[in-house]
């Protein structure tokens, strides 16, 4: 179990290394600022903690909660950054992606999130049940992304893909494990947890180390806003708010 | 143990309706609405709207009902009226989508805020959107003639303009189907 544990450790932060190096050729930083900032943190955390664990075992619980914690905060990043790729290059729905993050994020918080602190009971269950409900709420507003892009129509282009869904196997093996460890208990928990969660995190790694190899332009119309000859954001403006208009004059008919 | 299998299927589903949702999407792929294009022809010089007008004009429907008494013809034209504005309200958004995926500028390295406007933008698509959801609701199930706002007539508070109720002839069909 030990073997297999390191393996996958260092397989993990083998792959993180690749995704930053390979980022630092092809120039995908600047694309993607949200995202490497995320999987640089996450390098860290991980080298930290496997330093920690060889060198000061006593500590290494402290310290991987700590990791685990704001890195519940921190995979927050990963929606932003697919937002703004899904969403930004249109400026009548560039915020489109901000917005429903927020949304659902504050619905879940107050409906679904908030009432687990309420509970009385263990804080190792509480900090489990936190980290499920977070991740559901992730998992809701990844979908919830891929709704909207296919509502519009909008070309994710490869890496987004790959990301979404990288993301997507991470959280999906994330909630039946922490789940798992909820019903099945301490006993048992700690054996899961040391087998499923490094196993969702490569799976994960592996998407986006495939998806992120190379950056890919997103194919959209020959012109845009602004150019000569074409419509500007002033008359987009305008043309949206006749359409509502029409619309409410309709309604209010 | 129904937890972890309602959280399992909830993990699965999740994962198998985004990998469906990410899909390559076609740029030249038509859209729901695309069949519905005629409808939308001179949406900006007032054609399309003198079409709605008529559309949702329920004047005639009233002319073969009351003065004519023919009941079995205003309630075919009733029916073939609520598809027409169906037609016509799917052709509306499928113009409002397209104008919304239009591509403007955008800043290197992702600044998603940096225009001012953009939240303005955000607020006129969705007003739009819920407009559209709540008239094509209305329309479903009532019919175009149908008044999609309530008409609250038991509030005296509330003056009623003779004008447009005259111009309009608002009817209730809800006792047609």
């Known amino acids: 179990m030990e073997t297999y544990s390191i393996t996958l450790w260092l397989f993990g932060l083998a792959l993180l290394m690749t995704l930053i190096l390979r980022a630092k050729s092809g ?7 949200l995202f490497y900032s995320y999987i640089t943190y996450t390098f860290s955390g991980s080298l930290i ?16 909660w700590f990791y685990f914690l704001i890195n519940l905060l921190a ?13 930004e290059p249109y400026p009548a729905i560039r915020q489109f992606g901000r917005f429903l993050t927020i949304c659902i994020s504050t619905l879940f918080f107050i409906l679904y999130i908030l009432p687990s602190f309420l509970q009385f009971r263990p804080s190792s269950l509480a900090l489990l049940d936190f980290s499920l409900r977070t991740s559901l709420t992730k998992m809701v507003i990844i979908v919830a992304l891929g709704a909207a892009a296919r509502y519009y129509r909008l070309p994710l282009g490869r890496n987004v893909a790959g990301l979404m869904m990288g993301f997507a196997l991470y959280l999906g093996i994330y909630i039946v494990s922490l789940a798992a460890a909820q019903i099945f208990g301490k006993v048992l928990y700690a054996g899961i947890f040391r087998f499923m969660l490094p196993l969702g995190s490569i799976l994960c790694l592996l998407a986006w180390t495939v ?22 954001l002033e008359e987009l403006s305008y043309r949206l708010s006749k359409l509502n208009t029409t619309l409410t004059r309709l309604v209010r008919k | 143990m129904m937890p972890l299998v309602a959280y399992v299927v909830i993990a699965v589903l999740s994962i198998l309706v985004l990998a469906l949702l ?7 792929e038509p859209s729901e609405a695309a069949a519905e294009e005629e409808y939308a022809l001179g949406l900006w010089d007032g054609q399309c709207l003198n079409l709605s007008e008529r559309i949702f004009d329920s004047a005639d429907y009233r002319w073969l009902r009351d003065e004519l008494g023919f009941l079995h013809l205003a309630r075919s034209l009733a029916r073939s009226r609520k598809g027409l504005a169906i037609r016509w309200l799917k052709a509306l958004r499928g113009a409002f989508e397209d104008m919304v995926c239009i591509p403007g500028e955008v800043s290197s390295g992702g600044n998603a805020g940096a225009h001012p406007r953009s939240w303005h933008l955000l607020w006129l698509t969705l007003r739009f959107h819920l407009a559209l959801g709540y008239a094509l609701l209305v329309v479903r199930l009532f019919g175009p003639c149908h008044r999609l706002i309530p008409p609250f007539d038991w509030r005296p508070f509330i003056p009623e303009s003779s004008s447009r109720e005259g111009r309009y002839g608002m009817v209730d069909l809800g006792d047609l189907d």
């Open chain 1, 27 to 33: 120039g995908l930083f600047l694309h993607f600022p």
């Open chain 1, 49 to 64: 903690t496997f330093l920690i664990y060889r060198l000061r075992p006593g500590s290494y619980p402290t310290s991987y």
């Open chain 1, 75 to 87: 995979e927050f990043a990963v929606l932003a950054e697919v937002s703004d790729h899904v969403f």
């Open chain 1, 211 to 232: 998806a992120m190899w190379q950056f890919e332009v997103i194919p959209r119309t020959s012109w845009k806003l602004g150019e000569p000859g074409h419509e500007t």
């Open chain 2, 22 to 28: 990410v899909r390559k999407t076609r740029l030249d």
